[in-house]
């Protein structure tokens, strides 16, 4: 009889599960991820965007694997449990993830990898790993994926690094499940480059050959591809940000909590907000009305040192979009500010092991000496990125003063609203 489940799949064909691998995939806590889609509310852009973190799990837990083979057969030694620590850590890898992609992170919850914990520490997946002798705090951090957290994993970069499992199966599979041709990768590339070398500190580390360069500046370009054209598509992000609202509202009126929200599904969260929703935001998102676009400015028309607040402050942000309602004869509720950001987008930081054997480190400047899109990073990521001001209702919203505005200061902007000053 086989030691492996083989299970289908659209991306990889045939993923082989492992003894470890069937002793968790059915816990409750994994079963969950088959009910969150992959891409949040993409599925209303791109119809076939309906997969999910399950399909992604076992996809990220198969490249894991042929990545643990290659490395095997180049002559690196790892230890039996190291190999399986890596398997089931990439299988695990969104085990905390929120209903709806990462929109409720940008609303202000907690990361979804800390998430991880509670599922990982509790309940039948705990013991599920407890009965295979792993310990939940080994995977934590693996999944973590900080330096810090992991300096003495030397394939931590396995599943969360500038070359991880976890890129390489969701920019193939989301590009293939919307149907768009950006998200090309050459994985076999990639994957056969894969190494082990000394990283700064001297400790052996995830590292790509030089062979293996055109294919990963392949995925850097295909991930600022998929996030210009998918992931910040004008609808994707009106739907998103009305979600956002949706949820904070409701978590202020303590109609919902935060633990509740961090093991919903897509649908159940969705139905939930929809039973006592006084913004209608519940019900126009079922139906696809969306708010509409009153402004639209490329990030390359701003100064480049352009406040980050609008991403990383969800409350100033609120308080903003409701004064701005006010302002321009809307309701609170009925105008969102979405400016997001993801500066670390294209920036790698990993060893590369040239064809004489020496290593070199690609990270900041010294990457451009080796690849030619790091030199132009900066402007790439500019060109990704979109200033926008959504209505539920038609009104004239005026470009020149948002700009300004959302070029302010983060103590500026709360310092006006404090004041009752006009925003615009």
Partial sequence: MSQFEVVRDPLWNNIHLDREALAVVDTPAVQRLRYVRQLGHAFLVYPGATHTRFEHALGTYHLARRALTQLAESGARIAPADAQRIRLAALLHDIGH????????EAGL??????????LSDGPL???????GVSADSLLTLIRGTREAAPHEPLAGLVAGSLDVDKLDYLSRDASMCGVPYGVIDVDRLLASLTLAAGRDGRQTIAVHEKGLAALESLLFAKYQMYRNVY???????ATVMFKRLVRRALADAHLRVDDVAVATDDGLLQELQGRDPTGLARALRER?????????????LPDDTADWPAGDPDLLERVESRLAR??????????LDFPAKSAMLDLDLPLVRRDGSVAQLSGGEAAAHLGLPRVAAELYRTARRLRVFTLQPATVPERKVVNLVCAPRDDVAARLASERALL
């Avoid at 907690?110 to 599922?119: D, K, M, N, Y």
């Fill in 126 to 132: 705990a013991a599920a790993l407890a009965e295979l």
């Fill in 98 to 105: 929120y209903p709806f992609s990462h929109a409720l992170e």
């Fill in 327 to 336: 302002e321009v004869g809307l309701l609170p509720g009925e105008l969102f």
């Fill in 289 to 301: 009305r969306l708010a509409k676009r009153a402004i639209d400015v490329p990030a390359t028309d």
């Fill in 232 to 238: 910040w598509h004008h609808a994707v992000r009106s």
């Fill in 110 to 119: 907690p990361a979804h990898e800390g998430l991880a914990q509670r599922h």
